[in-house]
């Protein structure tokens, strides 16, 4: 087993020479890495790095891309996650590639010899340069590029551009009666790479012609985000006393699976006394999607198999879904504020009183809780998606009743896979589509070329479609959806569910409650 492990390295060394000196003629099947490690089954590593993973469109969620003929799109909400950034302080995101990087400097220092050898040489010439929580510049690039396809995607049939118009202009913020809208109002917290984030999708979005700032074409509602405080863009700080650690617990149980070979592999690189721990090779992982967004590439990923990356996939995903989704005994706690504050903006209803996340200050004042935009973007973090996604009930990302098993081998087979959920610049789109009586959904146009005004037809039913990263989301568990087709739900049917899943998000138990939790939950409630 050993020998096979390392020959799997030597391989993998091997094809780093061979993609570095022959960068063009690598294979079709074989997707390259960062580096130029490429995998004979052509497998791409960057689809393995959970929540660190470069934006790319989900492959699809088991209901057909596509949208309605016939039906006008009339409203769209966005919530957004920032993008590109370097490592948090927590133990296991940044904490254990600091760590990582201070021993090897100490080792350095105290010892007058190389320390890495073979694969690990590189190691050598080293140093560690990243910084903690901002947002990088490829990370403005992703969501300037977000916002010009929500633009693209949505905007322009919106507002209805017309031919020849290639972006924003403000002359098209009207009512169709040509009465002019008030400025355009989204929101965002105020931590710095969420509050920089919504300024490049903004700036995206409006297409901010001849690179000129866009500001004056938008206004900004920047909401406080910290432990304590009412926030549905950043709730887990806002359920203060709830359980939001079975994840860390599972990812802590996977920890030994994930680095056994890695650790026997890597340990031969270096010198005895280093003494290479678990909690080493974790941080080498991490190097890999952290230098990768910082310099475009990384010595660290070509360190690994391929079902090593599939099981660091699995190792994040452990800790989100048990931290903030189904598994988590406040899972659906955390997401329920947005669904509210959702459902008000489609009753065109402001909200005075809450006994969950949201901040009633900003949510009963038109300056901060805007009605009847035909577009909002709420800038935020991936646990919030995941939390509403949760708070939903979308049974479609459920793994079952007992939670995402910590104690396994491998990565099991699974829908919650954060390179599809929550990658980088990750958006979760409530699509609202009017559409005539005798609309079928099941023939489904590639494009929407023309939006129809259907404001004064008689007869029409408003939809609402949940679409992950340009995919549908199926809507089984949805309450007051069971009638959906293709990811489609009549407004009033999934307004008269909200009511339940905020009786089943349990907010005031869940986050305030005393109660022990003894492992992942089965539907992110307090069981
Ligand atoms: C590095 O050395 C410093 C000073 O001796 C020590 O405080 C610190 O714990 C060491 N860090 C690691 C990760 O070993
Ligand atoms: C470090 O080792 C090299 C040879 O291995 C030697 O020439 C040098 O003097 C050593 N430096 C110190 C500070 O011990
Ligand atoms: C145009 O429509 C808007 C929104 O329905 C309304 O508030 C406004 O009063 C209308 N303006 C005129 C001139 O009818
Ligand atoms: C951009 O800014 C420059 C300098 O302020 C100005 O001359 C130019 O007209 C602006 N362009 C647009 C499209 O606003
Ligand atoms: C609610 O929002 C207001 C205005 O931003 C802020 O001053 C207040 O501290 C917030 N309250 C809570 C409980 O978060
Ligand atoms: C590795 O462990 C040995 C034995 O406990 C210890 O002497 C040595 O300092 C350790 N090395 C590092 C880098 O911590
Ligand atoms: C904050 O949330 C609590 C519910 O947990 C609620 O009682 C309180 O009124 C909220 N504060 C604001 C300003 O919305
Ligand atoms: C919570 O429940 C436990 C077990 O029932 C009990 O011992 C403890 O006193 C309770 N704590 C609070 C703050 O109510």
Redesign the pocket.
């Known amino acids: 087993m050993h020998q096979v492990l390392q020959s799997t390295a030597a391989l993998l060394a091997f094809q780093v020479v061979v993609g570095d000196a022959a960068p063009t003629s690598s294979s079709s099947a074989s997707a390259p890495g960062p580096t130029g490690t490429t995998y004979p089954s052509g497998f791409d590593m960057t689809t393995s790095w959970a929540n660190l993973s470069p934006y790319k469109d989900a492959g699809g969620f088991g209901v057909p891309k596509g949208v309605p003929r016939g039906c006008e799109l009339s409203q769209v909400h966005v919530l957004h996650r920032h993008a590109q950034r370097y490592p948090t302080s927590w133990l296991l995101d940044g904490g254990v590639v600091?760590?990582?990087?201070?021993?090897l400097?100490?080792?350095s220092?105290t010892h007058n010899t190389t320390v890495g050898q073979g694969p690990l040489s590189f190691l050598n010439n080293w140093e560690y340069l990243l910084g903690e929580d901002l947002l990088l510049v490829s990370g403005a690039a992703t969501e300037a590029t977000s916002g010009a396809n929500i633009w693209s995607n949505y905007g322009r049939a919106l507002y209805r551009a017309p031919a020849g118009v290639a972006s924003w202009d403000s002359s098209l913020n009207v009512y169709p009666n040509g009465t002019d809208r008030p400025t355009p109002i989204f929101r965002t917290t105020d931590q710095a790479r969420i509050l920089e984030s919504a300024r490049w999708w903004l700036s995206g979005y409006f297409g901010n012609t001849g690179a000129n700032s866009s500001y004056s074409q938008y206004d900004l509602v920047i909401t406080h985000e910290g432990q304590g405080f009412n926030n549905t863009l950043a709730a887990d700080a806002s359920c203060v006393d709830g359980d939001l650690e079975e994840g860390d617990n599972s990812g802590k149980e996977f920890i030994p699976s994930l680095t056994k070979d890695a650790l026997k592999r890597l340990s031969g690189s270096l010198p005895a006394d280093f003494n290479l721990t678990a909690y080493d090779v974790v941080g080498m992982f991490s190097l890999c999607p952290y230098e990768y967004a910082t310099y475009g590439s990384s010595s660290f990923c070509s360190l690994f198999t391929e079902q090593e990356w599939r099981d660091f996939q699995y190792f994040v995903d452990l800790q989100f879904y048990g931290n903030y989704g189904f598994g988590s005994p406040t899972g659906r706690a955390q997401g329920i504020g947005y669904v509210l504050e959702l459902a008000a903006r489609l009753e065109g209803k402001r909200i005075e009183t809450s006994d969950t996340s949201i901040n009633t200050t900003i949510d009963s004042n038109p300056a901060t809780f805007p009605l009847h935009q035909p577009l909002y973007m709420d800038m935020s973090h991936d646990n919030i998606i995941i939390g509403v996604a949760a708070a939903l009930g979308l049974e479609y990302f459920n793994y079952g009743p007992n939670g995402l098993p910590g104690t396994v081998d491998h990565a099991v087979d699974r829908t919650f896979k954060l390179n599809e959920l929550t990658p980088f610049g990750a958006h979760l789109v409530s699509e609202i589509w009017t559409c005539p009586q005798d609309t079928s959904f099941d023939v489904l146009d590639e494009t929407l070329y023309k939006n129809p005004d259907l404001s004064s037809a008689k007869d029409t039913t408003d939809y609402i479609r949940f679409v992950l990263n340009g995919a549908p989301v199926p809507q089984d568990g949805l309450d007051g959806c069971e009638d959906s087709v293709h990811g489609f739900c009549a407004v009033p049917a999934f307004l008269e569910g909200v009511p339940t899943l905020k009786v089943k998000a349990a907010y005031q138990y869940a986050c305030f409650g005393n109660y022990t939790s003894d492992g992942q939950v089965g539907d992110g409630r307090p069981e």
């Not at 600091?98 to 021993?103: L, N, Q, V």
């Open positions: 600091e760590d990582f990087a201070e021993k400097k100490n080792y220092n």
